[in-house]
């Protein structure tokens, strides 16, 4: 059994969600459009720093650590 202090949130996060995309799904947009021909791109990398943010946030806050604020 792996002790609460050496699990972090991040772990549980991982375990639960593969990543948070708000809603994101990859469609086919006109290419002549000048939002669409770039939507899924951009939309990509916001999800991918908002990722990368939550992880960071989530791996310094052991399950020990939450726990013990209730």
């Keep these: 059994m792996i002790p609460s202090s050496n ?3 991040d772990g549980i996060y991982k ?3 593969e990543t948070i995309t708000l809603g994101f799904s990859k469609n ?3 290419p002549n459009c000048p939002v669409g021909k770039k939507i899924n ?3 990509a990398n916001l999800y991918h720093d908002i990722n990368e943010k939550i992880s960071v946030q989530l791996n310094n ?3 020990e650590d939450f726990s013990n604020q209730f």
Excluded: C, Q
Aim: charged content about 5%; aromatic content about 6%.
């Design 7 to 9: 699990i972090t949130l």
């Design 15 to 17: 375990m639960t969600f």
């Design 28 to 30: 086919t947009p006109n």
């Design 41 to 43: 791109e951009n939309l």
């Design 61 to 63: 806050i052991s399950l």
